[in-house]
């Protein structure tokens, strides 16, 4: 399950850096997550909960459900209605909620995390700057219980969440919020989609495509 923000208002931090290019390159890390996310052997299917037409589209015609905003309450509340959307079509499904900006993202990487979090009730991944987080599951019948947001490491683990600790699943962690996020994944290896606006980046110098994986 993955929350986007309507694609105008996404991703504002990487204003200087993408310029007009912001509401494209929120998509293109969108559709670049949600692809690696269908083609992970741990996922049976992916939700989007978001409002905004075109990204419904474009990550509809990549084989993800997409559930609308309908609290309209910010992105815990997104999330919540998503896991509720999940659960009425597989009562006793496991959720995971992991965040629209994760571009580098691999599915070997991201099935090693879901076959961790899948020993806890409840569990998380925190990002790499190890104060936010990427990933939160809980296992059929947990409520999800998001706190996303912030210093949310912090408060998934105050909440009971177990953290999972692997080393090697960088991807995972790299979410992209500003220019020095997205130099970051860069070295990970960009998905195609946004691999395909690196040159016209402005982060310090251009950022040239990369679409290694």
Partial sequence: MIPLKPLSVAKSRLAAAAGADRPRLALAFAQDTV???????????????????LAGMELAALGA????????????????????????????????????DLPALRPSELQ????????????????????????????????LAPAFGGRSRARH?????????????????????TAADLREALLLGLGPHTG??????RAGAPVPGREAR
């Avoid at 996310?37 to 909960?49: E, G, N, P, Y």
């Avoid at 395909?196 to 980046?201: C, E, N, P, Q, T």
């Fill in 65 to 100: 459900r997409i559930v609308a905003d309908r609290p309209a309450a910010g992105l815990n509340a997104a999330l919540a209605h998503g896991a509720g959307a999940v659960r009425e079509v597989r009562p006793w499904a496991a959720v995971a909620a992991m965040n629209a």
């Fill in 157 to 177: 683990s105050a909440s009971g969440a177990a953290e999972i600790t692997l080393s090697g699943v960088d991807s995972v962690r790299r979410d992209v919020d």
């Fill in 112 to 143: 090693r995390v879901l076959e961790n979090s899948a020993e806890f009730p409840r569990a998380f991944l925190a990002d790499a700057a190890g104060i936010g987080t990427t990933l939160l599951s809980a296992a059929p019948g947990v409520e």
């Fill in 196 to 201: 395909r606006h690196g040159a016209r980046l």
């Fill in 35 to 53: 692809a690696a996310a269908l083609t992970c052997a741990a996922v049976r299917d992916v939700v989007v909960v978001t409002d905004d037409p």
